[in-house]
């Protein structure tokens, strides 16, 4: 069962959240650098706490003073814990508005997460009435959430994760909260407006390598280029190291939960710091960009070979 929050503290929380939400704009700007980014967590509580334990805490005595943390959404289904991942990231956002941000990903969306485990987990957890009014004030929630946030000017964190061709960001700067996502088998029928949001919140196959399919490479060259952007974060990809450089930089894919779905060879987990340099203050041999201004990216990873040694060293006990 579910015992750290009653479904009326549960439900008196989302409200709040919703409150907050509604006010920020679809595609968040001014999100200056330090700056956490964190990938997708699918329901893994202890990962998302391991992120908090190794790479500081959003606390008074951690770093949330000074950093703003950025989460790329698919909080919720595969994993066992949701619930607690989603009480967490909204006790986080309704204490640290402005230090938090909330993306929405491709499992936040009733669509996916009634079938994807958010509603079983529910139903088992919960029970009763409790499990469908928790599940429709988290889905609520889902749809205040904003799509994308500018980090530092120069960096796009997504939280679909998928970039359709000939996309701008003019076009999810016109969509309106709360935002309902047409169902997939709406695609020969939907109008324009909800195409977008069907190619947006597709689920093609992650790569194990953390890339975008062949096909799309061009397409982020091509958005970077003409949005002024330097790169752009997805976090919807499982990525063997945890994080992902691909297209000369362009693309950068970061997984924060440790050990996909259980898969034999397993993942690491990592989320993505961005720093800035001031003019004179340049390492790595990297030049200022022309506003005089370096942002450096760095992951932060928890490795798999970890948990597979703590997990031996319990089979032994």
């Given at each position: 069962?579910?015992?750290?929050?009653?479904?009326?503290?549960?439900?008196?929380?989302?409200?709040?959240?919703?409150?907050?939400?509604?006010?920020?704009?679809?595609?968040?700007?001014?999100?200056?650098?330090?700056?956490?980014?964190?990938?997708?967590?699918?329901?893994?509580?202890?990962?998302?706490?391991?992120?908090?334990?190794?790479?500081?805490?959003?606390?008074k005595d951690g770093d949330?003073?000074?950093?703003?943390?950025?989460?790329?959404?698919?909080?919720?289904?595969?994993?066992?814990?949701?619930?607690?991942?989603?009480?967490?990231?909204?006790?986080?956002?309704?204490?640290?508005?402005?230090?938090?941000?909330?993306?929405?990903?491709?499992?936040?969306?009733?669509?996916?997460?009634?079938?994807?485990?958010?509603?079983?987990?529910?139903?088992?957890?919960?029970?009763?009435?409790?499990?469908?009014?928790?599940?429709?004030?988290?889905?609520?929630?889902?749809?205040?959430?904003?799509?994308?946030?500018?980090?530092?000017?120069?960096?796009?964190?997504?939280?679909p994760g998928t970039l359709?061709?000939?996309?701008?960001?003019?076009?999810?700067?016109?969509?309106?909260?709360?935002?309902?996502?047409?169902?997939?088998?709406?695609?020969?029928?939907?109008?324009?407006?909800?195409?977008?949001?069907?190619?947006?919140?597709?689920?093609?196959?992650?790569?194990?390598?953390?890339?975008?399919?062949?096909?799309?490479?061009?397409?982020?060259?091509?958005?970077?280029?003409?949005?002024?952007?330097?790169?752009?974060?997805?976090?919807?990809?499982?990525?063997?190291?945890?994080?992902?450089?691909?297209?000369?930089?362009?693309?950068?894919?970061?997984?924060?939960?440790?050990?996909?779905?259980?898969?034999?060879?397993?993942?690491?987990?990592?989320i993505l710091c961005v720093?800035?340099?001031?003019?004179?203050?340049?390492?790595?041999?990297?030049?200022?960009?022309?506003?005089?201004?370096?942002?450096?990216?760095?992951?932060?990873?928890?490795?798999?070979?970890?948990?597979?040694?703590?997990?031996?060293?319990?089979?032994?006990?």
């Amino acid at each position: 069962p579910f015992a750290a929050a009653t479904a009326e503290q549960f439900c008196a929380l989302c409200k709040e959240a919703v409150r907050l939400l509604e006010g920020e704009e679809m595609v968040i700007t001014g999100v200056q650098p330090p700056v956490k980014i964190f990938g997708a967590l699918h329901g893994q509580i202890v990962d998302l706490l391991s992120h908090f334990k190794w790479h500081q805490p959003p606390t008074k005595d951690g770093d949330i003073k000074y950093n703003t943390y950025v989460f790329l959404g698919d909080y919720v289904d595969r994993g066992g814990y949701s619930l607690e991942v989603m009480l967490v990231l909204l006790c986080l956002k309704v204490t640290r508005k402005a230090s938090v941000v909330l993306l929405r990903g491709r499992h936040e969306n009733r669509h996916l997460n009634y079938h994807d485990g958010l509603w079983r987990e529910c139903e088992q957890r919960l029970g009763g009435n409790d499990q469908r009014v928790v599940y429709e004030h988290l889905n609520y929630v889902f749809e205040h959430l904003s799509l994308a946030a500018v980090v530092g000017d120069r960096i796009l964190a997504l939280g679909p994760g998928t970039l359709p061709p000939s996309f701008s960001l003019d076009q999810l700067r016109f969509y309106r909260k709360p935002l309902a996502l047409p169902h997939a088998a709406q695609q020969g029928a939907a109008k324009p407006a909800d195409r977008l949001l069907l190619d947006l919140f597709s689920h093609a196959s992650p790569s194990r390598q953390g890339g975008l399919p062949e096909p799309r490479r061009d397409h982020v060259r091509a958005f970077c280029s003409k949005h002024g952007l330097a790169a752009v974060v997805t976090g919807d990809q499982v990525c063997p190291r945890g994080f992902s450089f691909r297209d000369g930089g362009q693309h950068i894919a970061v997984a924060s939960c440790l050990n996909y779905c259980d898969l034999p060879e397993g993942n690491d987990a990592a989320i993505l710091c961005v720093t800035r340099s001031r003019p004179g203050q340049e390492k790595d041999g990297q030049a200022p960009e022309d506003n005089g201004v370096v942002l450096h990216l760095r992951p932060r990873v928890l490795t798999a070979r970890t948990a597979r040694v703590y997990r031996t060293l319990r089979r032994k006990r």
